[in-house]
């Protein structure tokens, strides 16, 4: 039964259940001896959908509204990680392609044609900030034997 689709299995439970409850007030309704013509028939009607309530409910509807109530969390919980990629990519600045720089100074050419610093290039398009220090070629350069002196090994 597995194999049978949901459909066609809820359907396969209604008439099977629909059938059997039939059966059996059909041979309880002789046993009362009812004098009414009609009471036979509002008895019943009133005793099958008695007991197709529960059938209906356990078969239909709990799955349904435990389905609904599975998709609604998921939906939640979608709009929910929507909300927190949306507020990490607000965050994220890239460089990314080709970076017009002097060769010399290196300062580089903005979208607007004005150049500027690394510093302050690398600032406004990234999240990048800059402490500043000097490499052991450029302290030697420009302090000599000061810098040689106070950084014998170039640290």
Not at 46 to 53: E, K, N, P
């Amino acid at each position: 039964m597995k194999n049978i689709s949901l459909p066609i299995r809820l359907t396969l439970i209604v008439a099977a259940s629909a059938f059997l409850i039939e059966a059996v007030i059909m041979n309880l309704l002789p046993l009362l001896r009812l004098d009414f013509p009609r009471a036979e028939m509002l008895l019943d009607a009133g005793m099958l959908t008695l007991a197709l309530v529960p059938i209906l409910y356990g078969a239909l509807l709990r799955p349904m509204a435990v389905r609904i109530s599975a998709l609604t969390q998921a939906a939640m919980e979608r709009e929910k990680l929507v909300g927190e990629l949306r507020g990490a990519l607000a965050q994220v600045k890239l460089l990314s392609g080709f970076i017009p720089i002097c060769s010399s100074c290196k300062k580089i050419r903005d979208d607007k044609g004005y150049w500027e610093t690394v510093e302050k290039y690398v600032t406004q398009h990234s999240d990048a900030r800059f402490s500043h220090g000097l490499c052991p070629d450029c302290g030697k350069k420009v302090y000599g034997e000061l810098y040689e002196r106070e950084f014998p090994q170039g640290s």
